[in-house]
């Protein structure tokens, strides 16, 4: 009767008897991403300004030298990342409530009426499962950020650290963090064990899967903070490569 009750109460859109300001994740989630997707676009197109000395863009990363390409390389590379952040569960969950409202909140009125509800199951949605396989995209990207971000240390065949050196650093820590708290990754190293004390293997595996459990818990933590490094590590290098702002050594 009280679930009865509930769908009654809660049949339109914004509907409930939550008493919290339940609305605020949903706003704030819909402009955190919508920011980044204009500012992430606007970068994408530019085609200039990526790089300075030994630092060099993620947004444009692996460098490309595409002539025959007739927009920025970026939107050669940028797909892959996209396509790992646009099926992360945690994503998923943020632009469902916050653009497609449903619904906006849990136990929150949804923006659909009627029909028949049916997931991920039919096309577009159903493309959502392919989320494991761009999480090998993503950790390949992992490898090519953390390739850069060694090479920040180079300024022209001589050991330094500069500002943007730590920031590439810390930018590919917290993607790095962020792409191995994945679900998918958890379920790769031990998740789809039946026996975790089987046989050594097994041990082996149940370990790596508690470890990356740990990570996995502050999976939507690691997805804002990664998702603000990235933008401003791309900023950073822009202003400096452009003459707004200078680079300062710190050795």
């Not at 379920?187 to 046989?199: A, L, M, P, R």
């Amino acid at each position: 009767m009280a679930n009865s009750r509930s769908m009654a109460i809660n049949d339109k859109l914004g509907q409930t008897e939550r008493r919290d300001s339940w609305w605020i994740e949903p706003l704030l989630s819909g402009l955190g991403l919508g920011l980044f997707g204009i500012y992430a676009t606007w970068a994408a197109f530019q085609g200039t300004n990526f790089e300075w000395g030994p630092y060099l863009s993620p947004f444009y990363s692996p460098h490309i030298n595409a002539p025959w390409f007739p927009l920025s390389p970026a939107f050669l590379i940028l797909p892959f990342p996209l396509l790992f952040r646009a099926t992360c569960y945690y994503y998923r969950k943020a632009y469902y409530r916050a653009y497609f409202m449903s619904p906006p909140g849990c136990a929150v009125g949804p923006a659909q009426k009627g029909g028949t509800y049916t997931g991920e199951t039919k096309f577009p949605f159903i493309l959502q499962n392919l989320h494991r396989y761009f999480f090998y995209f993503a950790a390949i990207f992992i490898l090519i950020l953390t390739y850069d971000a060694l090479l920040a240390f180079n300024f022209d065949g001589r050991f330094g650290i500069g500002v943007g050196t730590l920031i590439m650093v810390a930018n590919v820590i917290f993607l790095g963090l962020y792409t191995f708290s994945c679900h998918s990754w958890r379920h790769i190293v031990g998740g789809k064990e039946d026996c975790f004390s089987c046989d050594k293997m097994s041990k082996l595996k149940h370990g790596a899967w508690s470890r990356v459990s740990i990570i996995n818990e502050n999976h939507m933590r690691w997805a804002w903070i990664s998702l603000f490094t990235v933008g401003f590590t791309d900023l950073y290098i822009r202003l400096v490569a452009s003459g707004v702002i200078n680079d300062l050594r710190i050795l």
